[in-house]
């Protein structure tokens, strides 16, 4: 069965440094992936999303995603983190035009 | 572009109540999705609609939820009596269409407390 996979449940990192918060997927045949964010009391914003071709993919926000083949793994990333980007984020596959999330990862700005 | 609306955005309700919520999509979207999130998890699909006919309700509990999307715009999702469990957040989704990598947009969601 299809499946995604986010291992860390909370992130923390300090403002202005580099973070990578991993999604590792299970999927039968090419997986359409793609990040989203929930800041407190909103909905799921779409940050990116990878269907096919370049396996580095570039995102709202200053937001990027690598997709891995080989590791199962499609990692987002952000060089320099702002305060705002505080929120959980979720990773998700598409299955059968619906989509499968993870249970996401919070993660905490330090000023 | 308005976004996906919904209402009420919080509930109180007690074990065996019935509670509905309320979702407008995105003006010109085919397809509306209910999805729960429980505390600590990411959403799960309970319902997809492509106008006014059901996808999929494969993982909606149908002894006591019900869902419609009548005239194929606005959608009700019912909840006929709540348990303890149903206690979460209740987002719906829209996109243009049902086919595959269609971005799908969320409104705020309901947020449900079963007492």
């Known amino acids: 069965a299809q499946s995604v996979t986010q291992p860390d449940i909370h992130i923390t990192v300090s403002e202005g440094a580099s973070l990578e918060l991993r999604c590792n997927y299970s999927?039968?045949?090419?997986?359409?992936l793609f990040w989203y964010v929930q800041s407190p009391g909103q909905g799921l914003q779409l940050l990116l999303k990878?269907?096919?071709?370049?396996?580095l993919v570039q995102g709202i926000k200053g937001f990027e995603a690598e997709f891995k083949r080989s590791q199962s793994s499609f990692n987002l990333r952000k060089p320099s983190v702002h305060w705002s980007d505080a929120a959980e984020y979720f990773c998700?596959?598409?299955?059968?035009?619906?989509?499968?999330f993870g249970s996401g990862t919070r993660l905490l700005v330090r000023p | 572009e308005a976004g996906v609306a919904q209402s009420p955005r919080y509930k109180i309700i007690e074990k065996r109540q019935s509670v509905a919520f309320w979702c407008n999509p995105i003006?010109?979207?085919?397809?509306l999705y209910w999805y729960q999130q429980i505390l600590g998890q990411g959403p799960k699909l309970l319902i997809q609609?492509?106008?006014?006919?059901?996808?999929?309700d494969s993982q909606l509990p149908k002894d006591r939820f019900s869902a419609e999307r009548l005239k194929g715009v606005d959608s009700t999702l019912k909840i006929q009596p709540a348990k303890l469990e149903d206690s979460a957040v209740y987002l719906c989704?829209?996109?243009?269409?049902?086919?595959?990598?269609?971005?799908?947009?969320f409104g705020p969601g309901t947020r449900l407390l079963v007492l």
């Open positions: 990878y269907f096919s071709g370049d396996t």
């Open positions: 003006s010109g979207h085919a397809t």
């Open positions: 989704a829209s996109s243009p269409r049902t086919e595959t990598q269609e971005t799908q947009y």
């Open positions: 999927y039968g045949a090419t997986p359409y």
């Open positions: 998700a596959v598409e299955s059968s035009y619906k989509l499968i």
């Open positions: 609609f492509q106008n006014n006919g059901v996808v999929d």
